[in-house]
C-alpha cells in the first residue's frame, strides 16, 4: 500500500508558480530523499504536502485518506531558521509539547507523558539536557531535541526539512542511525538533503526536483549525470564540485 500519493500537484506564491504538474507515490516503509538546487521548491513541496501550503491544483492522500484524518500521525521537523530558538522553552518541555495529542497549554503532562519525552531524549543522547533552555543548545543538540519531540508524537510517517544543516557530524550520524530504526518499524520517512555525496547511503528512494519532478527513483538512477544537469542547469560550479562534467 502507498503511504504517500501526490498527484498533478502544484503550486505558487502571489501567481508565481514554484511546483507543477507533480505526481509521485510512497511506499509504505521508505525513507525518500529530496533533492534539488536552492528554490527548486523542496520546502514548500512538503509544506503543501502537509497542508501548510495551500495548492492550486492536485491531490495528496495518505493511504488513501486526506492529511485531515491522519494529521496526527506525521510528524514534521521543520527547516533549523524557521524555529524561533530564542523561545524561553526547556529541552524537556519542548518534547512534551510532542506527546499531546492536542496542544493543552494550561494541562500539566502526567508521569507517563514525562516517561515518553524522557526516553525520546535518550534515544537522541539529549536525557542529560533536559533542563537546559533550547537556545543554550549547539544546533546539533538543538536538532536532536526536535526529532525527540517528532519520536514523541508517536507517529506513523516523519518529515524532515534539511536536518544535517549547521549541525555536527556526530548528531548527523545519529540521527540518521535512528531515522533507520524509525523505517525498520514500518514508518515513512520524507527528507529533504542537499549533500549529494550522501544521498545513495542514505535514503531507499530519491526525487530530484527542480519546480518540476525532474527524476524520482532509485538512488542510481536518479544520480546520473544526464539527470543532474537537468536540475542543477544553473550551478555549474556545485556540479564540478561534485565530479559531474558539463560536457
Ligand atoms: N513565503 C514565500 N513567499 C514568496 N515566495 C516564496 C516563499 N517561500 C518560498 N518562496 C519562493 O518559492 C521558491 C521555492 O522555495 P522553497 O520551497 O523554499 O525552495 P527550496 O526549499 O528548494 O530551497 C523560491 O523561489 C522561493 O523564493
Ligand atoms: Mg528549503
Not at 500537484?9 to 511546483?19: C, F
Amino acid at each position: 500500500m502507498n503511504a504517500i500519493g501526490v498527484r498533478d500537484l502544484n503550486a505558487s506564491y502571489h501567481g508565481v508558480e514554484v511546483l507543477k504538474d507533480i505526481t509521485f507515490t510512497v511506499g509504505s516503509g521508505r525513507i525518500v530523499g529530496i533533492i534539488g538546487p536552492n528554490g527548486a521548491g523542496k520546502s514548500s513541496l512538503i509544506k503543501s504536502m502537509l497542508g501548510l501550503l495551500r495548492i492550486d491544483k492536485g491531490s495528496i492522500q495518505y493511504f488513501d485518506k486526506p492529511i485531515q484524518e491522519i494529521r496526527k500521525t506525521i510528524a514534521y521537523v521543520p527547516q533549523r531558521n524557521e524555529i524561533d530558538w530564542d523561545f524561553p522553552i526547556t529541552v524537556l518541555d519542548t518534547v512534551l509539547i510532542g506527546t499531546y495529542p492536542k496542544v493543552k497549554l494550561f494541562k500539566r503532562p502526567k508521569k507517563k507523558e514525562k516517561q515518553l519525552a524522557y526516553q525520546c531524549l535518550g534515544k537522541v543522547g539529549m536525557a542529560e539536557f533536559s533542563q537546559r533552555q533550547i537556545g543554550e543548545l549547539s544546533g546539533g543538540q538543538q536538532q536532536r531535541v526536535f526529532l525527540a519531540r517528532a519520536l514523541a508524537q508517536q507517529p506513523e510517517m516523519l518529515f524532515l526539512d534539511e536536518p544535517f544543516i549547521g549541525i555536527d557530524v556526530a548528531s548527523e550520524k545519529k540521527i540518521m542511525t535512528l531515522l533507520h530504526e524509525f523505517r525498520k518499524d514500518g514508518k515513512t520517512i520524507v527528507v529533504i538533503h542537499h549533500d549529494l555525496s550522501k544521498a545513495a547511503v542514505y535514503f531507499d528512494d530519491l526525487l530530484l526536483l527542480n519546480k518540476k519532478l525532474i527524476k524520482y527513483g532509485k538512488a542510481h538512477d536518479v544520480l546520473q549525470p544526464v539527470t543532474l544537469r537537468e536540475a542543477y542547469y544553473d550551478q555549474f560550479s556545485f556540479l564540478e564540485d561534485i565530479g559531474v562534467t558539463l560536457t
